[in-house]
């Protein structure tokens, strides 16, 4: 019994891969798969039937489209400037490319700046088929053969829009006249927290609790501070006493020595004598003899009219 299971498990792991591969091959629904076409920025863009390769060149803001020659290397073919940037002071204005695809033989790329945008489509030799604008930023772009549309997806701040275009007459000829948005709007913090807490129970309970945890938070720091100030003035205080008091000497015993009386009288012997300068007793005063001069006798001053008389 074991070898006969063991035979069946290898015949179905060597015959099944087989036998839906076949399946496959035979289902017309799935032999026209149609590849997936991600909506998401492409910066590179490569047929492999035409041999052509398309991609975004940033530094001179244009698209380029590379030609591979058989020998293993690529050439710069052609190129098509997206929007002029030399000598521009509105860089907010400047279409810059976003994304790039390669699409029924043509280069379609889409370019946008901050308020606007655009789609494109170019031949293979560089030149310009069909200009379409869009208000608003678009980001990506894609493109279902199957079900004939185009669709263009940009990102706001308050969500997301989708533009899808008719290419029934390929891609080349895409026309606005049936131009359908699809806008998705982003829900608010204060929706989503309405629907979470209708009642509001959970929003007041946050609330009373940052404003209380606040509150002791605010106690424990002033308390700490208070603390502290107290503590550098008691410090400051102590340092202060002991600056002012003098040390006195005292004998083992208890009583003051005669060494102590001695160095105080000293002490003050000294002070007194550096209170007054040291002056030298010198006299200034010198007599001055005077001997009589009757140029300076009194009595020929005075007039001697009234004494003839």
């Known amino acids: 019994m074991k070898i006969l299971s063991t035979i069946i498990i290898l015949w179905a792991l060597l015959f099944t891969p087989l036998f839906a591969q076949q399946t496959l091959e035979n289902d017309p629904a799935i ?12 910066m590179f863009a490569f047929d492999k039937k035409l041999g052509i390769f398309a991609g975004i060149n940033n530094v001179n803001n244009e698209i380029v489209i590379v030609s591979h020659k058989g020998d293993g290397q690529l050439s710069i073919s052609h190129s098509f400037l997206v929007d002029k940037v030399i000598k521009r002071h509105d860089q907010i204005f400047i279409y810059r490319p976003k994304s790039v695809a390669i699409y029924d ?20 030799d ?10 608003g930023y678009a ?59 209708p009642a509001g129970v959970g929003m007041s309970s946050i609330a009373m609790s940052v404003v209380f945890l606040a509150l002791i938070l605010l106690y424990v720091i002033f308390k700490q501070i208070g603390k502290s100030l107290i503590f550098i003035q008691d410090r400051r205080s102590r340092k202060h006493s ?55 006798s009194k009595i020929h001053g005075i007039n001697t009219y009234f004494h003839k008389r």
């Open 31 to 42: 032999t026209s798969y149609e590849p997936y076409d991600p909506l998401i920025p492409q």
């Open 105 to 124: 033989g043509h280069v379609a790329f889409l370019a946008s700046h901050r308020d606007s945008c655009y789609f494109a489509v170019l031949n293979l």
């Open 126 to 135: 560089g030149t310009l088929v069909k200009r379409l604008a869009f208000p």
């Open 139 to 197: 980001s990506a772009f894609s493109y279902s053969p199957s079900a004939n549309e185009l669709y263009i997806s940009g990102e706001k701040a308050t969500g997301f829009d989708v533009i899808v275009l008719d290419t029934r007459n390929g891609v080349d000829k895409v026309e606005m006249r049936e131009v359908l948005t699809l806008h998705y709007q982003k829900p608010q913090l204060s929706e989503v927290i309405a629907v979470r807490d």
């Open 242 to 296: 002991k600056a002012k008091s003098i040390p006195t000497a005292v004998a083992s015993s208890g009583e003051i020595s005669g060494g102590v009386y001695a160095a105080i009288g000293a002490a003050i012997y000294l002070y007194n004598k550096e209170l007054f300068d040291v002056e030298n007793a010198v006299l200034t005063i010198n007599k001055v003899s005077r001997t009589y001069s009757p140029w300076s």
